[in-house]
């Protein structure tokens, strides 16, 4: 890729990341900062088309974006878009394993291991209800 191309991608992923954030909630890039973790000034650069977004750094902002890791590699250009299909598993995922590996919020703080212990014990008590009433319907 020469460097005319891979500037005008620096600049069309940051322009796309900055309405990506603004459409998430995030008013300036400091309270995405405050989320994800990523400094004001990687985000400033990237958004700028100043800095191409590092691997990780993406992996950090993804889960506030609402898109997946691999998805925002390959609009990043780090992987191609046909391949996300492939690298992201459409198997569905047991809802124990899910919560599990998932790094869920409440109200702006992470749950703790009992949280989601405690979250998963409330759904499957509400799934196991919603499933009774259904199987009375049918009889």
């Known amino acids: 890729m020469d460097n005319i191309s891979e500037k005008e991608q620096l600049k069309e992923f940051g322009l796309w990341l900055s309405k990506r954030r603004e459409s998430c909630g995030y008013s300036s890039q400091r ?3 405050l989320k994800s973790g990523v400094s004001p000034a ?3 650069r990237i958004e700028s088309g100043i800095q191409k977004a590092e691997p990780d750094t993406l992996a950090r902002l993804a889960p506030y974006l609402s898109i997946s890791h691999e998805e925002l590699m390959a609009i990043a250009g780090y992987i191609d878009i046909r391949d ?3 690298i992201v598993d459409p198997a569905p995922k047991d809802l124990e394993e ?3 590996e998932s790094n869920i919020e409440y109200d702006g703080a992470p749950l703790s291991e009992e949280e989601k212990e405690s979250v998963l014990g409330f759904l499957k008590l ?3 209800t919603i499933r009774k009433k259904q199987n ?3 009889t």
Do not use: C, M
């Open 126 to 128: 509400a799934i196991d």
């Open 84 to 86: 996300v299909e492939r």
């Open 98 to 100: 899910f919560l599990k």
């Open 42 to 44: 990687t985000i400033s």
């Open 31 to 33: 309270q995405l900062s």
């Open 136 to 138: 009375k319907k049918k």
